[in-house]
């Protein structure tokens, strides 16, 4: 049973930094591709960035590219988002999430595993 926890959320000015956490468990991850997603209220779920567990390689969406950096620890089976310049906008529950493939993948619905989320709060 593969288990996804977030932590790291929280409220920071825009312009802050915050660096979220994601911790799996429960499988060898090697074979997987790992990502971010966040939904703001009364929005779809959005495609943040996306890595693969075994070499690294990342995707981002265009509008979190230079912003946010997506990263792994895999001593410490553990997934990270770096988020700088914050912004308003960015205010959402964000998601990790897995799945059982290693392509990298922006579609939400080609990831089986999801952790309950962590809220980001942006206040101008």
């Known amino acids: 049973q593969v288990q996804l926890v977030e932590s790291g959320g929280g409220m920071v000015q825009a312009g802050g930094s915050l660096r979220l956490s994601c911790a799996a468990s429960g499988r060898t991850f090697s074979s997987y591709a790992m990502g971010w997603f966040r939904q703001a209220p009364g929005k779809e779920r959005e495609f943040v960035a996306a890595i693969t567990w075994s070499s690294g390689r990342t995707y981002y969406a265009d509008s979190m590219k230079g912003r946010f950096t997506i990263s792994r620890d895999n001593a410490k089976n553990t997934m990270y988002l770096q988020m700088n310049s914050l912004k308003p906008d960015d205010t959402a529950v964000y998601y990790c999430?897995?799945?059982?493939?290693?392509?990298?993948?922006?579609?939400?619905?080609?990831?089986?595993?999801w952790g309950q989320g962590t809220q980001v709060t942006v206040t101008a």
């Open positions: 999430t897995a799945r059982n493939y290693s392509a990298l993948n922006a579609h939400a619905k080609e990831y089986q595993y």
